[in-house]
């Protein structure tokens, strides 16, 4: 038998691979199921309001948020792709007021389809980055794939745009509909101000929308997570909600798991959980937030970044590391070792000790061993990483949780750790290479 059979039979054994691969099944599908999305929507949900939220990062986030204002209660999960967006669409019906659905697309040729089926009388705008960059090759391409959602608007709709992107601002100057624009940095109709990280998780800042000003405490960590609230609260300001409200709303928002997630350990020390992705752009913003939390010491373990072609990869790691450099005390790298070597280069060069900056050779839970041992208040721990490289097992056994899964790559996209069947039986052999895995603890 084929080894590539063999390895699927194994996956498939379990509850997430079997839930990938009828996910994969059920997604060949939409061609036939769309025409009756489309007529779903144009005769039961005619009178619905449908809110498409579009962009390279930060569509969940900011899904529900808005979903959480508007009162869209009926918005779970959040698969984002082909039969996912008809699903979800189809869990709304004519008493719903709003429904909010969140659209991506794997590559060119999608958009187009989607926003015919949807008809949105709203689309929301977060960013353009560089996810799926090896399939479109360029940010330019991206932006003219996403920005068929906003062509499609008619003038009576509205396209609620990030100001500080300047893809998404071109992206703005494609279509016919209103534009309400929201921000930190750029001025905008509905802007951030005076943000401040506080030492246990979470930030304070002012929402100030069209000179009114709104003070805010939320749960979320990071600038670049303020751009959620912020298009949430631009679609409120949009359809007339009232705003105190919105705000006590979205105050009560907590982070999506493993996407910025602040965990207090046993130990006392702080654990950031950012470990569901790593496309450069999230890599970037994770450093940044970890160089302003206050903390006796800054600690990083990062588990690869993806979409990153073999032509830009050595300039790439040594900026990479001076990024590192910069940010933390501590750097645990789980790479290949000339990605590790440029990276450790430019963090010495930016005045990190070399001593400090290790490389991870084996499964992400060996890096348990490997943390200063007095772990404790004051410390900060942000475990960031690819999702093949399932990076958030560390984060689990710190948190406490039995781990025995020790693959060294997976490609179980439909969950994180926290809830797949294997992470506490573990595996015999690894589904992938068939080699038998190591269940030490």
Same mark, same amino acid.
């Given at each position: 038998?084929?080894?590539?059979?063999?390895?699927?039979?194994?996956?498939?054994?379990?509850?997430?691979?079997?839930?990938?691969?009828?996910?994969?099944?059920?997604?060949?599908?939409?061609?036939?199921?769309?025409?009756?999305?489309?007529?779903?929507?144009?005769?039961?949900? /005619? /009178?619905?309001?449908?809110?498409?939220?579009?962009?390279?990062?930060?569509?969940?986030?900011?899904?529900?948020? !808005?979903?959480?204002?508007?009162?869209?209660?009926?918005?779970?999960?959040?698969?984002?792709?082909?039969?996912?967006?008809?699903?979800?669409?189809?869990?709304?019906?004519?008493?719903?007021?709003?429904?909010?659905?969140?659209?991506?697309?794997?590559?060119?040729?999608?958009?187009?389809?989607?926003?015919?089926?949807?008809?949105?009388?709203?689309?929301?705008?977060?960013?353009?980055?560089?996810?799926h960059i090896l399939t479109f090759g360029s940010l330019e391409n991206t932006r003219e794939e996403k920005v068929k959602m906003l062509r499609y608007l008619s003038?009576?709709? !509205?396209?609620?745009?990030?100001?500080?992107?300047?893809?998404?601002?071109?992206?703005?100057?494609?279509?016919?509909?209103?534009? !309400?624009?929201?921000?930190?940095?750029?001025?905008?109709?509905?802007?951030?101000?005076?943000?401040?990280?506080?030492?246990?998780?979470?930030?304070?800042?002012?929402?100030?929308?069209?000179?009114?000003?709104?003070?805010?405490?939320?749960?979320?960590?990071?600038?670049?997570?303020?751009?959620?609230?912020?298009?949430?609260?631009?679609?409120?300001?949009?359809?007339?909600?009232?705003?105190?409200?919105?705000?006590?709303?979205?105050?009560?928002?907590?982070?999506?798991?493993?996407?910025?997630?602040?965990?207090?350990?046993?130990?006392?020390?702080?654990?950031?959980?950012?470990?569901?992705?790593?496309?450069?752009?999230?890599?970037?913003?994770?450093?940044?937030?970890?160089?302003?939390?206050?903390?006796?010491?800054?600690?990083?373990?990062?588990?690869?970044?993806?979409?990153?072609?073999?032509?830009?990869?050595?300039?790439?790691?040594?900026?990479?590391?001076?990024?590192?450099?910069?940010?933390?005390?501590?750097?645990y790298l789980y790479l290949q070792r000339n990605q590790f070597k440029r990276c450790r280069s430019g963090a010495v060069a930016s005045g990190m000790d070399q001593?400090?900056?290790?490389?991870?050779?084996?499964?992400?839970?060996?890096?348990?061993?490997?943390?200063?041992?007095?772990?404790?208040?004051?410390?900060?721990?942000?475990?960031?990483?690819?999702?093949?490289?399932?990076?958030?097992?560390?984060?689990?056994?710190?948190?406490?949780?039995?781990?025995?899964?020790?693959?060294?790559?997976?490609?179980?996209?439909?969950?994180?750790?926290?809830?797949?069947?294997?992470?506490?039986?573990?595996?015999?052999?690894?589904?992938?290479?068939?080699?038998?895995?190591?269940?030490?603890?």
């Amino acid at each position: 038998m084929p080894k590539k059979i063999k390895r699927l039979i194994e996956f498939t054994k379990t509850p997430f691979g079997r839930k990938d691969l009828s996910k994969t099944l059920v997604n060949s599908l939409y061609p036939a199921t769309r025409p009756f999305a489309a007529l779903y929507r144009r005769t039961v949900l /005619r /009178r619905v309001k449908i809110i498409s939220v579009i962009g390279s990062l930060g569509k969940s986030t900011t899904c529900r948020a !808005i979903a959480d204002v508007v009162g869209d209660a009926r918005l779970s999960g959040f698969s984002n792709y082909k039969n996912s967006i008809v699903r979800n669409m189809l869990k709304h019906g004519p008493s719903s007021k709003y429904a909010v659905l969140e659209t991506a697309v794997g590559g060119p040729g999608y958009m187009a389809g989607y926003a015919s089926m949807l008809d949105p009388d709203i689309v929301a705008v977060t960013s353009i980055a560089s996810e799926h960059i090896l399939t479109f090759g360029s940010l330019e391409n991206t932006r003219e794939e996403k920005v068929k959602m906003l062509r499609y608007l008619s003038p009576d709709k !509205i396209a609620v745009v990030n100001a500080d992107d300047p893809n998404v601002m071109w992206m703005a100057g494609q279509t016919r509909a209103r534009i !309400i624009t929201f921000g930190i940095d750029k001025p905008a109709d509905v802007r951030a101000r005076n943000i401040h990280i506080l030492p246990a998780g979470g930030m304070d800042f002012e929402a100030v929308i069209k000179g009114e000003s709104y003070p805010m405490t939320t749960p979320l960590l990071g600038r670049h997570t303020l751009y959620a609230p912020l298009a949430a609260l631009a679609v409120a300001w949009s359809e007339g909600l009232d705003l105190n409200a919105s705000c006590s709303i979205l105050q009560q928002q907590r982070p999506l798991e493993a996407r910025m997630e602040s965990v207090t350990l046993p130990s006392g020390a702080l654990l950031v959980r950012d470990d569901y992705k790593a496309t450069r752009e999230s890599v970037w913003r994770a450093l940044e937030t970890l160089a302003d939390l206050p903390a006796r010491r800054r600690i990083l373990v990062l588990g690869g970044v993806s979409e990153i072609s073999n032509k830009e990869r050595y300039p790439f790691f040594k900026d990479l590391g001076t990024r590192i450099g910069r940010s933390a005390d501590y750097a645990y790298l789980y790479l290949q070792r000339n990605q590790f070597k440029r990276c450790r280069s430019g963090a010495v060069a930016s005045g990190m000790d070399q001593e400090k900056v290790f490389r991870i050779k084996s499964d992400p839970i060996s890096i348990r061993h490997q943390l200063p041992e007095d772990l404790g208040p004051g410390d900060v721990v942000l475990v960031k990483g690819r999702t093949d490289y399932k990076i958030s097992r560390l984060s689990l056994v710190l948190m406490g949780r039995k781990v025995k899964c020790r693959i060294m790559a997976c490609s179980v996209t439909t969950s994180c750790c926290d809830d797949c069947a294997m992470l506490e039986s573990g595996w015999k052999n690894d589904p992938f290479t068939g080699s038998p895995v190591n269940k030490t603890q």
